[in-house]
């Protein structure tokens, strides 16, 4: 319900929907490259003028939306900001507050070792660790869902070391991607995937093989 999202949140990150309303985080899993971007990619070679992942979540998402010709759906990008340069939304607390993924933050380690630095937080996926991405929200304005139960997220990073040690890792050395196995994992990005999210994203196309038109 977006009122559990806006009931942890202050009013200005608010998403203007009554508090019943139902919405869907959307996520994408590891398979993601081999299983979406890439056939997207060969099929829409020509018309990719963006962000590829950017492009072809829109373009799924959209495929979703006319599944349901007779209901309005709203949907904000992960990716999309206001004039005010804040996010549409906060990706991490809504996927907390949807019970997908859970949110570590300063707030969840007792005995805070980091002083005066800023120390951002972080989801991890009970399934993928950090191997995963927050894509999207999809909003069904006319649909209220008064006796839909929360569920809270799987708390996969259960010691006070863990979560001092993950939330070092991301702040510090997320260039490694070690904080992504910070449990056990299922599942993990393909070389190919590491090192296209490791590739400038200037220099992304030309590893695609699209055109500098098309950049």
Known sequence: ??????????????????????????????SMFEKALKPFINKERLKIIRDPVDQ????????VKEKFPDQKVDVIF????????????????????????????????????????????????????????????????????????????????????KRIELLEQFNFHWKDGHYRDIIEVKERYSEEQRAYFATPPAERFKLLGLTCEAQ
């Open 1 to 30: 319900k977006v009122g559990w999202y806006n009931a942890v949140l202050q009013p200005a990150f608010h998403l203007p929907y009554p508090d019943d309303t139902l919405a869907f985080v959307v996520l994408s899993t590891p």
């Open 56 to 63: 072809c979540v829109s373009h799924h998402l959209s495929r």
């Open 78 to 161: 992960d990716y999309e900001i206001l004039p005010s340069r804040k996010p549409k939304f906060l990706a991490q607390t809504a996927a907390h507050v949807a019970g997908a993924a859970y949110y570590y933050q300063r707030k969840d380690v007792k005995l805070d070792p980091w002083g005066k630095k800023k120390i951002y937080g972080v989801c991890i996926h009970p399934k993928y660790g950090g191997w995963f991405a927050i894509r999207g929200l999809l909003l069904f304005p006319d649909i209220q869902v008064l006796l839909l139960k929360q569920s809270a997220p799987i708390d996969c990073v259960n010691t006070e070391e």
